[in-house]
């Protein structure tokens, strides 16, 4: 890699769930002995990444990611310092271990994945300068609340609006519905995703048709006993029930199945699937980063697919209903080869599918390229 400096310099590598400016090392550490000036990471141009962890008492600290795990080496004021090389851009996993245990480290990056607070670093893909932070007008994201009387609890979404969404107040917009992966909430795709600057930047050049974008959490709990449980399966209804009326009424959103989209990646890929061939009288368009697989695996248990891709019998009226209809993965993604056999599934009935495979694995770096294709798409033919 030879990462040049406006990417390594640009904001949106820094920003970051817990805060938007880079992350330094606050003076209160080790009785002030570390400034202001000292950070707690950085990314070179090759692709290394130097990396610190405050722990005078550690006896062996570790850090990386799996495969390439390496020594940190302990420093007289009590850091733990060392580099990890990485061979690939992106948004990428970062592994802390002390004395044997895995930990959050304070000094580096923290999102959410996986079901818990995770370190990671950003690697800039030169090809992906869309999502950079760049000197044009730049939409809203709001934290919305909502109740649901599917899942018994109060709800939350983020909600992405177009920068002229505040200004021209006549103008109704379209909703693109955009749900996370498995073990992620609503908080991913604008914090790991960054379809926020990934918008602002495609509308300042024209390429695509102003949209809202609703980011709820597709890991559902619903209480039915007065405890929370884990339930995916009711996450559909609680989007038709409870959160589409709820955007609805409260933003100038055009109240019409052509003007909604669903999609989502991983896990909110396999929902937005069923959900678009489900409600096709709902949703005009359909998103499916990491493809819909499960409708083609055979013996897949716990949905009824036979039912579900029924609708794909009648390539006419699916063809005319859901468009675009859209599907991307990353060329080292396991599941490819239940995507290739999408396309020949889709071919054989006639379906018109956008198919489209991107470099990398299950992660950002193709999600990103994924909702940067499928925002220039749709909402054409409205």
């Known amino acids: 890699?030879?990462?040049?400096?406006?990417?390594?310099?640009?904001?949106v590598f820094d920003a970051r769930p817990l805060g938007f400016n880079r992350q330094l090392i606050p003076g209160m550490i080790n009785g002030g002995k570390h400034g202001d000036t000292n950070i707690g990471y950085k990314v070179y141009p090759d692709g290394k990444v130097w990396v610190s962890l405050y722990g005078?008492?550690?006896?062996?600290?570790?850090?990386?990611?799996?495969?390439?795990m390496v020594n940190l080496e302990l420093q007289d004021d009590g850091m733990w310092t060392g580099t990890i090389q990485y061979d690939e851009p992106g948004q990428k996993q970062l592994i802390f271990e002390v004395d044997g245990v895995r930990i959050v480290n304070p000094l580096a990056p923290i999102s959410y994945g996986w079901g818990y607070a995770i370190n990671y670093i950003e690697i800039p893909d030169t090809d992906q300068d869309y999502l950079l932070i760049k000197d044009v007008p730049h939409g809203t994201v709001s934290q919305e609340y909502f109740f649901s009387t599917v899942t018994g609890e109060w709800e939350s979404c983020y909600v992405y609006t177009p920068p002229k969404y505040r200004d021209d107040l006549d103008t109704k917009y379209p909703v693109f519905y955009l749900q996370d992966g498995g073990g992620e909430n609503e908080t991913v795709w604008v914090h790991l995703g960054k379809i926020n600057f990934i918008m602002d930047n495609l509308l300042a050049e024209g390429k695509a048709v102003p949209f809202i974008v609703v980011m709820n959490n597709a890991m559902m709990q619903v209480n039915t006993d007065g405890n929370p449980h884990l339930d995916t399966s009711k996450y559909n209804d609680m989007l038709l029930t409870d959160c589409i009326p709820f955007i609805e009424s409260h933003y100038r959103a055009i109240p019409d199945k052509k003007a909604r989209a669903i999609g989502g990646l991983s896990m909110g890929s396999l929902l937005s699937g069923e959900m678009i061939m489900a409600h096709y009288d709902v949703f005009g368009s359909a998103g499916l980063f990491t493809g819909y697989t499960y409708p083609v695996i055979p013996g897949y248990e716990g949905r009824s697919q036979a039912e579900q891709i029924k609708v794909l019998d009648d390539a006419e009226t699916w063809n005319r209903e859901v468009n675009p209809f859209f599907g991307a993965i990353g060329d080292h993604e396991v599941s490819l080869p239940l995507f290739e056999k999408e396309r020949e599934y889709c071919k054989e009935k006639g379906i018109n599918y956008i198919q489209k495979i991107y470099p990398g694995y299950h992660e950002y770096r193709v999600w990103r390229a994924a909702f940067h294709d499928y925002a220039q798409i749709v909402f054409r033919n409205l």
């Open 1 to 11: 890699m030879n990462i040049p400096k406006e990417f390594l310099d640009n904001q």
């Open 56 to 68: 005078p008492t550690a006896k062996e600290v570790t850090a990386g990611y799996p495969g390439n």
